[in-house]
Nanobody, 127 residues
Framework: QVQLEESGGGLVQAGDSLRLSCKVS????????MAWFRQAPGKEHDFVAA????????YYKDSVKGRFTISRDDAQNMVYLQMDILKPEETAIYYC????????????????????WGQGTQVTVST
């Protein structure tokens, strides 16, 4: 059974940084495409970033490019999201997700592509 557990969320002020972590247990982590999504109250899951197996490709939502960085550590079965210069509109529950199949391009941005999800971690950015 594959399990994902996020950590690192919290309450910060606009302009601050946070680093989210996601631990994956079970399955074949090194062959998973890993991603972060977020869900604000009353809204759908919104793609944030994804990283392919072998770190061959990274994808980002346009509005976070240059501020967020996704990375992975296959030895530790971990994926990270470094978030800098956070904005109040980025307040949401952030979810880690894993895709056991290959994806490329726009498919990696689709939440329906992902097979496994964590419970989420709350990020609140105050003004």
């Amino acid at each position: 059974q594959v399990q994902l557990e996020e950590s690192g969320g919290g309450l910060v002020q606009a302009g601050d940084s946070l680093r989210l972590s996601c631990k994956v247990s079970g399955g074949d982590f090194s062959n998973y495409v890993m991603a972060w999504f977020r869900q604000a109250p009353g809204k759908e899951h919104d793609f944030v970033a994804a990283i392919n197996w072998g770190d061959r490709y990274r994808y980002y939502k346009d509005s976070v490019k240059g501020r967020f960085t996704i990375s992975r550590d296959d030895a530790q079965n971990m994926v990270y999201l470094q978030m800098d210069i956070l904005k109040p509109e980025e307040t949401a529950i952030y979810y880690c997700a894993a895709d056991r199949d290959y994806c490329a391009g726009y498919k990696c941005l689709d939440r329906h592509e992902y097979d496994y999800w964590g419970q989420g971690t709350q990020v609140t950015v105050s003004t």
